[in-house]
């Protein structure tokens, strides 16, 4: 069912988003950001997690 694939891939999202922010990983956030829809290919996904990270480098300092 096409919702619950939704659902299931949001929740993919949020669970690598969280581990990322834990560990400081940035490639479980890049990974998070496929998972979850925000960026379609890994190049976009990179360029995203880079310019957010840098962003917010301030509120997320395991991520330095």
Same mark, same amino acid.
């Given at each position: 069912?096409?919702? /619950?694939?939704?659902?299931?891939?949001?929740?993919?999202?949020?669970?690598?988003?969280?581990? /990322? &922010?834990?560990?400081?990983?940035?490639?479980?956030?890049?990974?998070?950001?496929?998972?979850?829809?925000? &960026?379609?290919?890994?190049?976009? &996904?990179?360029?995203?997690?880079?310019?957010?990270? /840098? /962003?917010?480098?301030?509120?997320?300092?395991?991520?330095?």
């Amino acid at each position: 069912d096409r919702l /619950a694939a939704t659902i299931i891939r949001k929740l993919a999202g949020q669970a690598l988003t969280v581990e /990322a &922010a834990l560990t400081g990983r940035t490639q479980l956030f890049v990974e998070a950001l496929l998972a979850d829809g925000a &960026a379609t290919n890994l190049t976009t &996904a990179r360029k995203l997690a880079d310019e957010l990270l /840098a /962003a917010h480098k301030k509120y997320l300092p395991q991520f330095a």
